[in-house]
């Protein structure tokens, strides 16, 4: 599902072979897998379950999409389609 931030006049950024776009749901699990990994660092007492991320993006982050003045705007980073993390994780 493709989404996009109400507040930009324009939600996707190119640069040859990168893009930004608004942050994708495909991503929240690679995302989840990193932060577990850095748990120490991010100072998370628990590893992240699917269901704690399923949660966070449904309450904090989807909601950011239609305000008008959203406390945080979040992008993937894409690199020949993939994001950076899969480029991490998956390759």
């Given amino acids: 599902m493709k989404r996009e931030f109400k507040i930009l006049s324009k939600n996707s950024f190119s640069?040859?072979?990168?893009?930004?776009?608004?942050?994708?749901?495909?991503?929240?699990?690679?995302?989840?897998?990193?932060?577990?990994?850095?748990?120490?660092?991010?100072?998370?007492?628990?590893?992240?379950?699917?269901?704690?991320?399923?949660?966070?993006f449904k309450s904090t982050i989807a909601p950011l999409f239609d305000q008008l003045k959203p406390n945080q705007i979040l992008f993937s980073f894409l690199k020949n389609l993939l994001t950076s993390f899969q480029n991490q994780y998956l390759n």
């Fill in 15 to 56: 640069f040859k072979e990168y893009r930004l776009v608004p942050i994708r749901e495909e991503d929240k699990y690679i995302i989840m897998k990193w932060r577990n990994e850095q748990i120490f660092h991010l100072r998370q007492k628990t590893p992240l379950q699917k269901e704690d991320q399923d949660e966070y």
